[in-house]
């Protein structure tokens, strides 16, 4: 019988108001104390591979499918299995299993840098977001309206993709068309301010792309996408308009790192 910390696959219908709004096959979900739904997990302990079990639960208020966030659901699941988490000892085997460490402090080390340069870069990141909030505030002007229309279709689009890939319909998003627009807006103008003032900055400081600027960039992009840089360069000299997206990506960051260096 699965017991709080077990992983259980899967077959289920969730319903609202005896409408089925979302389908899956062979999902796991882990049994845990804190759910995003509330009591989700408490209704499946105890049951066993082969069960089926209805989980009456109140979808919140923050659910991402506002028109039925709040409402009761009904999730009929059907479970396939069970399976209980086993975990290796923390040793030096495990390290050595792990990638080219001979003991676990070697391991531990490693994996107490990436969290110091993680958090290294959420705090640049917020800095900047500060910095160029505080830059846009003190620059406004009238923005041309079409260049807002399409950066907003941009990023609405943007979030279609995202939405799609979690498993939502044409229908769905139909639906969400004039609420996300509304909600993205602010941030579409924000983009286009930012990219005429950096734009700006860029030429009266003569700032320039350099083949250098690209190399350094096809090197960092190779490492991301695990192919050689020469398979990368390949790509944007044979794509003029992604190269172009590039040079103004590099020459906006350079535009950025001046007003880092220059704000008081």
Known sequence: ASRMGDYLVVDYTCQVEEEEIDKREGDWI?????????????QLIGVQAGEKKEVNIALPIEFPRPEV??????????????????LPA?????????????????????????????KKKHAEAAYEKALLDEFLKHNKFTLPEGLVTKRLERLVEEAFEYERRRG??????????????KELE???????????LLDEIASEQELKVSDDDFKAR???????????????????????????????????????DYLKKNAK
């Open 186 to 196: 602010p941030e579409a103008r924000r983009q286009v301010q930012l990219a005429f």
């Open 168 to 181: 939502a319909s044409e229908d769905e998003l139909k639906s969400k068309t004039e609420e996300l627009k």
């Open 90 to 118: 923390l040793d030096d085997e495990l390290a050595k299993s792990a990638g080219e460490f001979q003991t676990l402090d070697e391991l531990k080390t490693k994996i107490r840098n990436e969290i110091l340069e993680n």
């Open 218 to 256: 096809y090197a960092k992009i190779a490492e991301r996408v695990r192919q050689s840089a020469e398979k990368v360069a390949e790509y944007y000299a044979g794509n003029e308009d992604a190269r172009l997206a590039l040079a103004e990506q590099i020459r906006n960051e350079k535009a950025i």
């Open 30 to 42: 882990y049994l845990q104390e804190k759910d995003f739904l509330p009591g989700f997990s408490t």
């Open 69 to 86: 966030a709040g409402k009761k659901a009904l999730f009929l699941v059907d479970v396939k299995e069970i399976k209980e988490e086993l």
